[in-house]
């Protein structure tokens, strides 16, 4: 089963904050952000491993709270680049592949 | 190059025909996954490869759908008798990850598969 994301769209000023959060029911080994802009590959941003440890942008920040299998993306000072789809892929310990969510599509406006 | 590359980058068949997907990993990279995207979606898996064995293909849709990785590394993606339902963009991703899973997975720029 598919991870929630929420929110599915939000629009923000440059310079404005966001927040993308990303549920899952079943127990995470990890869970991995990407961002993709239309018609390109999506780009890594950010992994979340069980215990703590993390490895991503540092511009970027998440959050992953293992005992409600929930992990949050922070946006600040958005930039014009930061706009695109974002998804985050989780991934239990019964296999390697990544688990998409159905994307949250950011846009950021001068 | 320093990252994944998949050709081609657009195909068009007509429903029947056969197609041929390539992917290209970053050097050195031990796993390799293939995903469908649908528009408006996010990836879902096919297939996963660690070197040349295929682990997992758990997600190919069909018998019709055929992935392999004779060398351990450039991989291909068949479909056999395209439907018009396989119209998607495929995209193969490559990751360090060994039985662990510590590390990102790079994904290249997929091809955009049309079934007409």
């Known amino acids: 089963q598919q991870p929630v994301q929420s929110p599915q769209a939000v629009i923000l000023r440059e310079g404005e904050d966001a927040v993308i959060n990303c549920s899952s029911s079943?127990?995470?080994?990890?869970v991995h952000w990407y961002r993709q802009k239309h018609g390109e590959a999506p780009v890594f941003l950010m992994i979340l491993l069980k215990g703590g440890e993390q490895k991503g942008h540092e511009k970027i920040s998440a959050s992953f709270n293992e005992k409600k299998q929930q992990s949050s993306l922070y946006l600040t000072a958005s930039q014009l680049s930061y706009s695109g789809t974002y998804f985050c892929g989780t991934r239990n310990n019964a296999g390697n592949m990544l688990t998409f969510g159905g994307g949250t599509r950011l846009m950021v406006k001068p | 190059g320093a990252g994944v590359s998949q050709s081609p980058r657009y195909k068009v068949a007509k429903r029947g025909q056969d197609v041929a997907l390539r992917c290209d990993p970053i050097?050195?990279?031990?796993?390799l996954f293939w995903y469908q995207q649908a528009l408006g979606q996010g990836p879902e898996f096919l297939t996963y490869f660690q070197n040349e064995a295929q682990l997992d293909k758990s997600g190919l849709p069909s018998d019709r759908f055929f992935a392999e990785r004779p060398e351990g590394s450039v991989s291909t993606l068949k479909i056999q008798r395209t439907q018009q339902e396989d119209s998607a963009v495929y995209l193969c991703a490559s990751s360090l990850q060994l039985a662990g899973g510590r590390h990102e997975q790079f994904f290249g720029p997929g091809t955009r598969l049309t079934v007409l």
């Open positions: 079943k127990a995470l080994y990890s």
């Open positions: 050097s050195g990279h031990v796993s």
